[in-house]
């Protein structure tokens, strides 16, 4: 990883951490995020993943617009740092430990690596 991939890896997870501090306070059901980047091809390849409990919390999350929400202070926030979201749609996704139980044994890594290609 190149000198300034590092810092920017480092700016993205100060980033993300302060949303997951609001997030908990504010959106009911919210777990944790992370996020996935192949620096050869950032900024298109960076995927932020936002967990929550359960499908129903989730589900209860998106009726209240909290998915928006989250979208819109993930890409202010980014936005602060020099990382352009062109496309919040397709670069911030939603998933659940739920379903990660269900389908990959907790394995996260290998949900990753499966359903996001990372």
């Known amino acids: 990883m190149k000198k300034t991939d590092k810092k920017r ?49 989730l589900a209860q999350a998106r009726a209240l617009n909290k998915d928006a929400y989250l979208r819109d202070i993930i890409c202010h926030r980014m936005d602060d740092i020099g990382v352009k979201i062109k496309d919040a749609n397709r670069s911030i996704l939603f998933d ?13 890594q290998q949900r990753f690596s499966v359903k996001y290609g990372h």
């Open 96 to 108: 659940t430990e739920e379903d990660c139980v269900m389908e990959n044994r907790g394995q996260w």
């Open 9 to 57: 890896e480092k700016a993205i997870v100060e980033t993300l951490t302060e949303v997951c501090e609001s997030a908990l306070k504010d959106v009911d059901g919210f777990s944790w995020v992370t996020h996935l980047v192949n620096y050869n091809a950032f900024p298109q390849s960076l995927t932020i993943i936002c967990v929550f409990e359960t499908q129903l919390r």
